[in-house]
T-cell receptor, first 110, second 110 residues
Framework: NAGVTQTPKFQVLKTGQSMTLQCAQD?????MSWYRQDPGMGLRLIHY???????DQGEVPNGYNVSRSTTEDFPLRLLSAAPSQTSVYFC?????????FGPGTRLLVL | LAKTTQPISMDSYEGQEVNITCSHN???????ITWYQQFPSQGPRFIIQ???TKVTNEVASLFIPADRKSSTLSLPRVSLSDTAVYYC???????????FGKGTTLSVSS
């Protein structure tokens, strides 16, 4: 199993640009989530999904959209990037109470 | 959503036992307690999970008192490589979003 994979590893955007952060898992987990982590901070939940076709907002959903068309994929979309969205983004899938995290995507918005 | 409170930081020396306590006063009946470890530039990694009393695995022990309003992660004989941020989470398996706090930064010195 590859576990949870994320692409790209690093991205630079200009203010106002849009992009999609990709996340995929091959463990057939129903639950997936997106977190952001700012320097020196803990992880903050952006959006999560309890299964294909079902998504919900977390702590900091503004500026981000998600969809869950398949069990495997859970992309995160930034519609109009802002410097405040500069962060490291982690995707996770979950089995029971255990979450499995991807390696993260470092995003810099200029 | 159950909130957790942990010390911001702890210092230790190699070979010592480290105990990190987490408070979760509003833990629900179905909630489990899970601890994660995060190294710089990596996603969090599952350490241990429990519901009540004591759980032990190859890397740590988790002590949970009868009232379950707190828990203590015990790391025996820490080494330099145990320097990391440790997060305590509570949640259940019914799809509730798992919220991370700021965690405890453990620094191990020689």
């Amino acid at each position: 199993n590859a576990g949870v994979t994320q692409t790209p590893k690093f991205q630079v955007l200009k203010t106002g640009q849009s992009m999609t952060l990709q996340c995929a898992q091959d463990m057939n987990h129903e639950y997936m989530s997106w977190y952001r982590q700012d320097p020196g901070m803990g992880l903050r939940l952006i959006h999560y999904s309890v299964g294909a076709g079902i998504t919900d907002q977390g702590e900091v959903p503004n500026g981000y959209n998600v969809s869950r068309s398949t069990t495997e994929d859970f992309p995160l979309r930034l519609l109009s990037a802002a410097p405040s969205q500069t962060s490291v983004y982690f995707c996770a899938s979950r089995w029971g109470e255990t979450q499995y995290f991807g390696p993260g995507t470092r995003l810099l918005v200029l | 959503l159950a909130k957790t409170t942990q010390p911001i930081s702890m210092d230790s020396y190699e070979g010592q036992e480290v105990n990190i306590t987490c408070s979760h006063n509003n833990i629900a009946t179905n909630d489990y307690i899970t601890w994660y470890q995060q190294f710089p530039s990596q996603g969090p990694r599952f350490i241990i999970q429990g519901y009540k009393t004591k759980v032990t695995n190859e890397v740590a022990s988790l002590f949970i008192p009868a009232d379950r309003k707190s828990s203590t992660l015990s790391l025996p004989r820490v080494s330099l490589s145990d320097t990391a941020v440790y997060y305590c989470l509570v949640g259940d398996s019914r799809g509730t979003a798992l919220i991370f706090g700021k965690g405890t930064t453990l620094s191990v010195s020689s």
